[in-house]
Every structure is written in structure tokens, then in C-alpha cells.
T-cell receptor
Framework: EAAVTQSPRNKVTVTGGNVTLSCRQT?????MYWYRQDTGHGLRLIHY???????QIGDVPDGYKATRTTQEDFFLLLELASPSQTSLYFC???????????FGPGTRLTVL | GDSVTQTEGPVTVSESESLIINCTYS????????LFWYVRYPGEGLQLLLK?????QKGSSRGFEATYNKETTSFHLQKASVQESDSAVYYC???????????FGTGTRLQVLP
């Protein structure tokens, strides 16, 4: 079965802190995505990638960097975390030309 | 741009009652977008519940169904008799044209009382 894993599952940091969220997929999918989920908002796309070394800007990219090191691994970087980045973060993958996405279990990030 | 609007939650129903979660969409990038319902159970990621890619068709899964209505630009989710295990957050979504990107609604939290 297709699988997307995320780590850590929970993270607490302070304002100005440096955070890296990790995502790995074993689906052999080309596309990977990072979303944030906040109350009153749908999932909002931060960054996405269609292959190793590729990065595309999503709808809410400010304050985030991302890097796709391999087909399997996609990282989200918050270099100067702010309280406004407290959220539930989801990673997902999909095949090229397919809209169906497979999601990880999420990482809850709290920035104090 | 493309957008999805769905019933604002939480929605609370008793077990064996019927359910409808409304979803309407606006698609500017594509005339007939692919439409989806995803579900997120506590502690888990989203998973696809059902999808419909052709206007006028109905999708169904686990007792849920939704019909793609292009006249009313709607894709409401219905179930005739809910179970406590259906308690979750439900997201309506559409696929943007010529991209691999999906637009999600805000999600509707459903609580089913025993």
C-alpha cells in the first residue's frame, strides 16, 4: 500500500527557532506537496515539487523553504519560526497527471 | 481563481440519521474539474473517500455518495444512515486544470452521537 510518513509528529519551538519537517513517500510518485491546515482555512499549499531537485512555489510560501533531495524525500524548512506558523502540516504525494493525493499523518507545530 | 465552499462545521448528528454536507465550487481554470471528497480521521492524514471526473456522474464509497452537478456547480456529500465511526473531518476538493494541484475546502467536522 502507498505510504507517506512524516516526522516529527509533534514539535514545539520558540520564536526565531529553526525547524525542519521531514516527509518520505514510498509510492514512487513524482509529485510531493507541503500544506498547512488552520481552523477556518482549507489545506493551503506551501510548496510542491515534481522531482528531485525541483521546487515550485505554492499559494502561501512566505517564511518557508523546501528542498526535495530524492524522489522519496521532501523537507520543509522554517529558518526563523514565528507564532503565525503554528499549524498542522501535511505532506502528500501524487503521480504525474493524477489529482489523487496520498497524505501523511501530519505534524503539529507549535511556535511559542 | 478556483475555490470550494462547504458546510461550516461542526455538524452533529445521531447514529442512523441521514447526513448531507454541502459543497459548491467555482472553477475558472477549467470548465469541468475533477471533484473529490477526502476524509480525515483523528490522528491520521487525509484519505480519498470518493471522486467523480465526469459531470452528471455519481461517486460512492463506504455508504457515502456525491453527484457532480455542473448546473448548480455542486458536489454534496450524502449518507442515508451514519455510524459513530463516520466521525471525522470531510473535505471537498477540486483538481486545477493542467496542474497536479488540488484546491481544498475548509473541511467540515462531523460528530456522530451514539
Amino acid at each position: 500500500e502507498a505510504a507517506v510518513t512524516q516526522s516529527p509528529r509533534n514539535k514545539v519551538t520558540v520564536t526565531g527557532g529553526n525547524v525542519t519537517l521531514s516527509c518520505r513517500q514510498t509510492n514512487s510518485h513524482n509529485y510531493m506537496y507541503w500544506y498547512r491546515q488552520d481552523t477556518g482555512h482549507g489545506l493551503r499549499l506551501i510548496h510542491y515539487s515534481y522531482g528531485a531537485g525541483n521546487l515550485q512555489i505554492g499559494d502561501v510560501p512566505d517564511g518557508y523553504k523546501a528542498t526535495r533531495t530524492t524522489q522519496e524525500d521532501f523537507f520543509l524548512l522554517l529558518e526563523l519560526a514565528s507564532p503565525s506558523q503554528t499549524s498542522l502540516y501535511f505532506c502528500a504525494s501524487s503521480d504525474a497527471g493524477q489529482y489523487e493525493q496520498y497524505f501523511g499523518p501530519g505534524t503539529r507545530l507549535t511556535v511559542l | 481563481g478556483d475555490s470550494v465552499t462547504q458546510t461550516e462545521g461542526p455538524v452533529t448528528v445521531s447514529e442512523s440519521e441521514s447526513l448531507i454536507i454541502n459543497c459548491t465550487y467555482s472553477a475558472t481554470s477549467i470548465a469541468y474539474p475533477n471533484l473529490f471528497w477526502y476524509v480525515r480521521y483523528p490522528g491520521e492524514g487525509l484519505q480519498l473517500l470518493l471522486k467523480v471526473i465526469t459531470a452528471g456522474q455519481k461517486g460512492s464509497s463506504r455508504g457515502f455518495e456525491a453527484t457532480y452537478n455542473k448546473e448548480t456547480t455542486s458536489f454534496h456529500l450524502q449518507k442515508a444512515s451514519v455510524q459513530e465511526s463516520d466521525s471525522a473531518v470531510y473535505y471537498c476538493a477540486l483538481g486545477r486544470s493542467n496542474t497536479n494541484k488540488v484546491v481544498f475546502g475548509t473541511g467540515t467536522r462531523l460528530q456522530v452521537l451514539p
